[in-house]
């Protein structure tokens, strides 16, 4: 079966960019996407496509695919930011998704 | 806006069976798939089923296939899941959401429903 593997933790300090890498095989080839879940709430679409931020989305959030791995890319985290970090493929008609990535601004 | 209300969740015992609901508003319902997503306490995300707009497609995760069925009601703006056979590894949180077949993206997320299976 096809797995992503995503960066159980990464920290960024305030101000700074933060990236969430994904990877897969060929996942270049295939459009990714990225969910943000803060603590306690359900998760909230902020890329897809690989690099198409939905309305409402800041454009500190960025996106790109190539080869295997996709990355997520926060600008000037803030401590809003935190939370966990899901990429997503579809294979076969079947949703797969990262083992999620959560995100501490310190 | 788009709006997705899951109810129905429990606690039920090992072998038991539960239905939960959701109720969509804000979008025309009968114009997009929607999918069950459900995340286990501290754990990440696991895609379990997804319907199309008349409900001719159908699919599921394996881990489910056989015990779980999924269906909606267009004409009340509803997604249900039948739960059957229930494992104590079924316990989860079970998100409604809208999948939007154009752009392959799960856009909108419900708050999601506790399914707690234990004796």
Redesign the interface.
């Known amino acids: 079966s096809y797995e992503l593997t995503q960066p159980l933790s990464v920290s960024v300090a305030p101000g700074q960019t933060a990236t969430i890498t994904c990877d897969g095989d060929n996942l270049g080839g295939k459009h990714v996407h990225w969910s943000q879940q803060k603590p306690g709430q359900a998760p909230v679409l902020i890329i897809y496509r690989d690099n198409i931020r939905p309305s409402g989305i800041p454009e500190r959030f960025s996106g790109s695919n190539s080869g295997n791995t996709a990355t997520l890319t926060i600008t000037r985290a803030h401590a809003g930011d935190e939370g966990d970090y899901y990429c997503q493929v579809w294979i076969s008609a079947t949703a797969v998704f990262g083992g999620g990535t959560k995100l501490t601004v310190l | 806006q788009v709006h997705l209300v899951e109810s129905g969740g429990q606690l039920v015992k090992p072998g038991g069976s539960l239905r939960v609901s959701c109720e969509a508003s804000g979008f025309t319902f009968s114009d997009y798939y929607m ?1 069950w ?1 459900r995340q286990a306490p501290g754990k ?4 379990i089923s ?1 319907i199309s707009e008349s409900s001719t497609n159908i ?1 599921y ?1 394996d881990s489910v296939k056989g015990r779980f069925t999924v269906s909606r009601d267009n004409a009340k703006n509803s997604l249900y899941l039948q739960m059957n056979s229930l494992r104590a590894e079924d316990t989860a949180v079970y ?1 409604c959401v809208r999948l939007d077949i154009v ?10 429903t506790l399914v707690t299976v234990s004796s």
């Open positions: 999918s997503i990440g995300l696991e895609w997804h699919f995760a998100f752009t392959t993206a799960l856009d909108f997320w419900g708050q999601g």
